[in-house]
Each structure stands twice: as structure tokens, then as C-alpha cells.
């Protein structure tokens, strides 16, 4: 199916065309003539639509019996809301989730809540542009009942909600499919998911309809002032509807962001009305692309601006300790790095771990937070989970090429914090895993995290095997079954360097082959000196090493 992503190429061929075909001696004039009063009650209009998604989170958070504060519920509308403009087929918007899991809500009611929002308000979309179609298409004598073509549908979706079982196999089959398309687990999670849907249906479904009407209503207020900023002497009506008719014409994946296929649509419509080319194409991109993308840049402004001062002052005042980096900071980082799926799939995974092993391993720990005085904290790193997706995706390679036998593999755990990558070592069934760690806290975190997995495996699977030592790294005396040794680049200095020459004497042993995974490897010249050489399984997230160098397997894929 990858012959689907050349389909985008259709919207910019489109928009290329449109480009070619305008008079661009008219544009200038045009934006010259606009009414800055109406362009001003616009913005007025974007405003109070983008409240009223605030209220509603903040309601349907309350209503489930996870309240937020007002700047959180802020928050978590505006920046989600950005995302979805930049990224395709909105889909940025569900960056929410992470929103609300940090603020308290469980990953499962932040899940279905997330996307019951996003179905609802895609629905309250099409069925005004079904009457869209109608008033503007259909028969003279139809256009009369185009408007209760979008009432009907709207009340017989907020009379669904009661019997909540239609929205419940809608919302399981939509998730389904997000999860296979992007290959993401989802596991004996979905048990708890399940049973989050018919709650937060119930509970919130009529409430969120209600609102998205009042949205889908602000936003036709929008475009109707934008189109009195025109002075356009057509139908205002008609303009309204093809907004609308756009707006599901740009979810279509045959253009990015919707370009093309959303100025196409306003030329059409608007040419019917009488209105040029180059009026409908500037409508178009005023109102798609530079007001859709700068008011929610002056809205989630303020955060981004107070965060950067947050951490300013904390480099003034802690110039030795670690600082946060802004989520949306990391996401869009990720999306430049990775894609938007392999991004997607990081999110998810960050989600679903602590979600699938019952566990605590996401919250990080600065240097500073640390529970002990010994000399290696100056040279340790913040804790900092492994990415389960790059966990998942590392298992499975080493695996399946045939480097380590999960039946006779030892794995160890530099810094193992937290526990993660012993929990993913266990759910890919590796004989013994254990963990080395100098933080009573993180230790202690580990341990109830390994014993809950532990007690929850089935009586067909073998026992668990592993153990988390509280130690300092530099006086861990490796034990000779040690055949995997794994490092999320948790220090560095003389600590990395005593590490790295015991696990170097180690590998020296023939018995068996044996081999380091660095993630983040930032200081990889430490074991170079040491003649440890890249398998070609590395790249640039994670080196595997080894004492030989006749490793041929294929690359993690």
C-alpha cells in the first residue's frame, strides 16, 4: 500500500495548477480592500470557539471524575489544537492524550475521551455538510429541507448516546484500525479500554455534542465575517456551507494538510456565487492556512514563552542540574527525525507501557531528585524511561536474527531506574534479567514494578527470573552468565569508562558471544578505545556492540 502516499501528490498538483492559473496582479488589491473590523471580529470569533473547547474538556474531565484546572484544561485545548493544524488529517490533535494522562487522568478514559471529541465533532462537521451539499447542488425545491437534514442527524446523535453500544463498536473499530496502520500494541490493555468506552460515552457524549454544535456554529460566525471582510455580494449562506463542504474535502488523503483540495473546493463554490478566481483562492488561504495557523500560535504562545522562561531561570539558578524540554518541543523534534507514524508510535508506546505492565516507569527523575550522595552522581544522567517502541523493535531484532537465544540469554541493566527495560526483557521472555541501580528509590520503584508483572504472568508461562541490586555500578562485579548488556546512556565520565572495561574483561571470556546495546550513545568513543566495534544492527538511536567483528546479521529494521 505504499503507492498511497504518492496519492498526496494529487492536492499539490492541484494547488500547483490553481497557482499557475491565477491573475496574481489582482491579489494585492484584494487584501488591500479587506475590512479590518470584520477581519478583527473573526479572530473574536476564533476565540470564542477555541473557550468553548476549553469548557468542554474541562467539563467531560469533571464529569468523569478527573478535574483539572482551568490553565491545564487550557492547555491541553490549545496545544493539541496547534498540532492538529500542522500535522495531516488532524491527527495532532490527539496529542491530547499525553496532555491529560500528565494531568491525572488514566490513559484509557484519556484515550476514548480524545477520540469520542474528535468522531463527535467530525460528525456534527459532515452532517451540516450534507446539508451543505444539498442547498448548494440539489433541486430549487430541496433547498428548503437542507436545513433539517442537519438537524435530524445532530438530534439523532445526541439521542444515541444513552444506548451507548452503537458509539462503542464505532469508537473499537476506529482504534482497531489506527492501531494495526501504524503496527502498535495493544494487548490485554484493551480490556480496560473497553471498559472505559460505554462510561465516557455515557457520561460525556451529550455534553460534547452540545458544545460542538455551539463550535461548528462559531466557526460558520467566523466565515461569515471573513466573507463581510470581502465585501462579497453572493450568497453568505452558500460561503458558510462550502467551508464546511472544504473542511470534509480536505480529510480526503490525497493532498497534505488538505492544500489543494480545500482551494479547489472554495473556487468552485464560490465561482457558482459569482465570486473570481483570485477572491476564492485568498479566501481560501486566509482562512485555512494563515488565520487557522496564527491564532492558535498566539493562543498556546503564553506557554510556550512562560516555559522558556521557567527554564532560563533554572539554568541561571541550576546551571549543573538537568532541565524539562516542552512536550510539543520533543513531538516535533520526533516528527523531523522519525515521520509521523514512527512519532505516533513512540507517543502510543509511552502510553501503553505503564497502561499494559501495570507499572510506574514514565515520570522522570532529575540528577538532582536523587537519593544519594555518592561520588557517580556527578557524573549520572536523569532518568529518563527507554522508548517502548525502540525497546520492542531492539527485542525483536536481536531475537529473530539469532544473536541471543531468549532461553539463555542474561541480560543486565546499567542505571536500570525504573525497571522498563527489565519489564520489556521479560515480556520478550528473557531467561534472567537483572538490573543495577544506585538510588534506594528507583530501586525499590523497580522491584514492585518486576513483582506486580511477575504475579500477573499465567501459570503456562515459566517463572520470572530477575533480580535489582543496589549498587554502585564501578563496584558491580559482573557475573560470567552476563551475555547482554544494556545502557540508556545513564552516565558518563570515569563512571562510563569503569563500566565499559568491565564489561570489555567480560566479553574477553570465548565461552559465548556477547553483546553491549547503548541507546543514546553520545559517548560511544568510550567503547572504541576499548576495541568494541558497531554491529551493522546499529544506527543512530542505538549501538550494539561486540568483542567480534564478524557480525554480518541484517539491520534493525
Not at 500500500?1 to 489582482?26: N, P, Q, S, V
Not at 496532555?99 to 484515550?111: K, R, T, W
Not at 452532517?127 to 437534514?149: D, K, N, Q, T, W
Not at 514492585?448 to 530477575?466: D, E, F, I, K, Q
Request: proline share 6%; aromatic share 12%; charged share 20%.
Amino acid at each position: 500500500m505504499h503507492w498511497l502516499k504518492w496519492t498526496r501528490l494529487i492536492g499539490i498538483a492541484l494547488l500547483a495548477w490553481i497557482l499557475w492559473t491565477i491573475d496574481w496582479k489582482r491579489i494585492l488589491p484584494t487584501l488591500a480592500s479587506l475590512h479590518p473590523a470584520y477581519l478583527l471580529a473573526y479572530v473574536f470569533c476564533f476565540a470564542c470557539m477555541a473557550a468553548v473547547r476549553v469548557l468542554r474538556l474541562h467539563l467531560c474531565a469533571r464529569r468523569l471524575g478527573f478535574p483539572l484546572r482551568p490553565s491545564e484544561s487550557y492547555a491541553a485545548t490549545v496545544e493539541p489544537m496547534f498540532m492538529g493544524v500542522v500535522t495531516p488529517g488532524r491527527i495532532g490533535e490527539l496529542s491530547r492524550i499525553a496532555h491529560l494522562n500528565q494531568y491525572g487522568m488514566p490513559s484509557s478514559f484519556a484515550i476514548v475521551l480524545s477520540i469520542l471529541e474528535r468522531i463527535i465533532d467530525l460528525c456534527t462537521l459532515l452532517a451540516i455538510a450534507i446539508g451543505g451539499v444539498v442547498y448548494l447542488f440539489g433541486p430549487a425545491r430541496l433547498r428548503p429541507y437542507s436545513f433539517s437534514l442537519i438537524g435530524l442527524p445532530l438530534v439523532l446523535l445526541y439521542l444515541s448516546f444513552p444506548v451507548s453500544g452503537l458509539f462503542t463498536r464505532g469508537i473499537e473499530r476506529l482504534t482497531s484500525r489506527f492501531f494495526t496502520a501504524l503496527s502498535l500494541p495493544f494487548g490485554d490493555a484493551q480490556g480496560e479500554f473497553w471498559k472505559a468506552v460505554p462510561e465516557t460515552v455515557r457520561t460525556t457524549g451529550p455534553l460534547i455534542e452540545a458544545l460542538a454544535i455551539v463550535c461548528a456554529a462559531l466557526n460558520l460566525c467566523q466565515i461569515y465575517m471573513l466573507s463581510r471582510a470581502f465585501g462579497f455580494a453572493g450568497s453568505r449562506l452558500a460561503i458558510c456551507f462550502a467551508y464546511t463542504v472544504s473542511a470534509i474535502m480536505s480529510l480526503l488523503p490525497i493532498s497534505p494538510g488538505g492544500l489543494g483540495t480545500r482551494e479547489a473546493t472554495y473556487i468552485y463554490i464560490m465561482g457558482r456565487q459569482g465570486i473570481g478566481m483570485e477572491q476564492a483562492l485568498l479566501f481560501s488561504l486566509l482562512e485555512g492556512v494563515v488565520f487557522g495557523t496564527l491564532c492558535p500560535v498566539v493562543m498556546v504562545a503564553p506557554f510556550w514563552i512562560r516555559s522558556g522562561i521557567r527554564r532560563l531561570v533554572q539554568e541561571r539558578t541550576l546551571p549543573d542540574t538537568d532541565v524539562s524540554v516542552n512536550p510539543l518541543v520533543l513531538v516535533f523534534h520526533s516528527i523531523r527525525k522519525r515521520g509521523l507514524s514512527s512519532t505516533a508510535g513512540h507517543i502510543w508506546g509511552e502510553l501503553w507501557f505503564d497502561w499494559r505492565f501495570k507499572s510506574e516507569t514514565r515520570a522522570p527523575v532529575a540528577v538532582k531528585d536523587l537519593a544519594v550522595n555518592a561520588a557517580s552522581k556527578d557524573h549520572a544522567a536523569p532518568y529518563q524511561g527507554a522508548s517502548w517502541f525502540l525497546l520492542r523493535r531492539l527485542f525483536r531484532s536481536l531475537i529473530g536474527s539469532g544473536r541471543i537465544d531468549p532461553r539463555t540469554t542474561c541480560l543486565i541493566d546499567f542505571g536500570c531506574g525504573k525497571g522498563r527495560v527489565l519489564l520489556a526483557a521479560a515480556h520478550f521472555e528473557i531467561a534472567k534479567i537483572i538490573g543495577v541501580e544506585f538510588d534506594p528509590q528507583l530501586c525499590a520503584t523497580a522491584r514492585g514494578n518486576l513483582s506486580r508483572y511477575g504475579g500477573r504472568r499465567g501459570a503456562g508461562n515459566p517463572p520470572l527470573c530477575w533480580e535489582v541490586i543496589h549498587a554502585d555500578v564501578v563496584e558491580f562485579d559482573i557475573p560470567s552468565e552476563a551475555n547482554l548488556f544494556f545502557l540508556y546512556n545513564p552516565f558518563s565520565g570515569p563512571v562510563l569508562s569503569a563500566v565499559a572495561e568491565r564489561i570489555r574483561r567480560a566479553c574477553e571470556d570465548p565461552s559465548r558471544r556477547r553483546y553491549v546495546v547503548y541507546v543514546n550513545p553520545v559517548h560511544e568513543e568510550v567503547f572504541r578505545k576499548l576495541g568494541f566495534e558497531r554491529t551493522p544492527a546499529s544506527d543512530d538511536e542505538v549501538a550494539i556492540y561486540t568483542m567480534e567483528t564478524q557480525d554480518v546479521a541484517p539491520p534493525v529494521p
